[in-house]
């Protein structure tokens, strides 16, 4: 972690995390990728995270939201974040991009 970040607020980080966390956990559960790429970086005020899987993706039946996607939404939702999921470049796997403003500790 950079110095910088180190002064982010607790919620923030915690939140950063649980998204990649339940991202990575939901990859391997339901779509058995070969590759997961994890990114979280800064985007202007914001901090944006993505994790991109080459996975199944949602099939035929579309994305059902379970307890995990909807636990993060309601996270980054609390943090004044927003939260898409998408199919990833190429059009297998899914893509989780979550967008987190960064407002440091004075």
């Known amino acids: 972690m950079a ?4 002064a982010l607020d607790e919620a923030v980080r ?4 649980r998204v990649v966390q339940e991202s990575v956990c ?11 790429a994890v ?18 993706g949602p099939g035929t039946a579309g994305l059902t939201p379970g307890f995990g996607l ?8 609390a943090q004044a974040g927003s939260l898409t999921v998408t199919l990833s470049a190429g059009g297998c796997g ?3 991009t979550a967008r987190l403003p960064c407002e440091v500790l004075a």
């Open 94 to 96: 899914l893509a989780v």
């Open 70 to 77: 909807v636990g993060m939404q309601e996270r980054v939702r």
């Open 26 to 36: 939901n990859a391997i559960r339901h779509g058995t990728p070969t590759q997961i």
């Open 3 to 6: 110095p910088e970040d180190e």
């Open 14 to 17: 915690t939140t950063v995390c």
């Open 39 to 56: 990114s979280v970086r800064r985007d202007g005020p914001d901090i944006l995270v993505r994790v991109d899987d080459d996975g199944g």
